[in-house]
């Protein structure tokens, strides 16, 4: 982060239009559809498999399968993009008043110390967390995620301190009918998951080596079991 604040990495956030664009400071692709390839990608950073380019707490566990590569910019389930706007518009602009989560240190320390603490969340970690199952339902169906409204309701019911106002009748109706819905639907259980962290509930997940605290960073209360 800093290398990209100091200018040393210019063209890290631009995200590259032809393969031959991409590099180690220039590694999301590609800006726009079209021939984009994952292969190109691979092929351009030196890598094989598709592994190669996750994170370790992006990898497939016992819990979930594997996420979407921060790197790759194309499609339904690609993250790139929203890291990139999340730095620029979020986080880069106010580094001198955030704490980061885990590269500034344990997450206990950070909320006792600062007044905003950044972390990441997944909800495909939190779902089995808060008893969805692992396969038979989708996010993007309406009847699925109103499936869902009784165990968001446990969840309301096992912390009396957070209180669910007017957001309970959007749960009944599975956050509407929209193409937005799965958007609220996943961002409710993104924040369940860090209040579940917050509270004590669910360890934070974070190994605590260089790797992970220096480089890759983590996905709070996500656990490698697999």
Not at 130 to 148: A, H, L, M
Not at 176 to 194: K, Q
């Amino acid at each position: 982060m800093n290398s990209i604040v100091e200018g040393k990495w210019p063209t890290w956030l631009d995200v590259a239009t032809t393969p031959q664009e991409i590099g180690i400071h220039r590694p999301f692709y590609p800006a726009r559809p079209g021939n984009a390839k994952r292969a190109h990608l691979l092929a351009a950073l030196g890598l094989t498999a598709w592994d190669d380019l996750l994170r370790l707490c992006e990898r497939a566990s016992n819990e979930r399968p594997a996420a979407a590569s921060l790197f790759w910019t194309m499609g339904g389930n690609q993250v790139g993009k929203a890291a990139i706007s999340g730095w620029q518009e979020l986080i880069i602009p106010n580094l001198d008043r955030i704490a980061l989560w885990p590269f500034d240190g344990p997450l206990h320390e950070l909320v006792r110390t600062n007044d905003i603490v950044i972390a990441e969340t997944y909800p495909g970690d939190i779902y089995s967390q808060i008893g969805f199952p692992k396969r038979g339902w989708s996010k993007r169906k309406q009847g699925d995620r109103v499936r869902f409204a009784d165990s968001f309701a446990q969840w309301f019911m096992e912390k009396p301190h957070v209180k669910p106002g007017a957001i309970l009748p959007l749960i009944a109706t599975g956050f509407g009918e929209d193409p937005h819905a799965e958007d609220r639907f996943d961002s409710l259980v993104g924040l369940i998951g860090i209040i579940d962290v917050v509270d004590g509930g669910r360890y934070d997940g974070a190994p605590d080596t260089p790797q992970i605290s220096e480089i890759e960073g983590w996905m709070l209360g996500h656990r490698r079991s697999g």
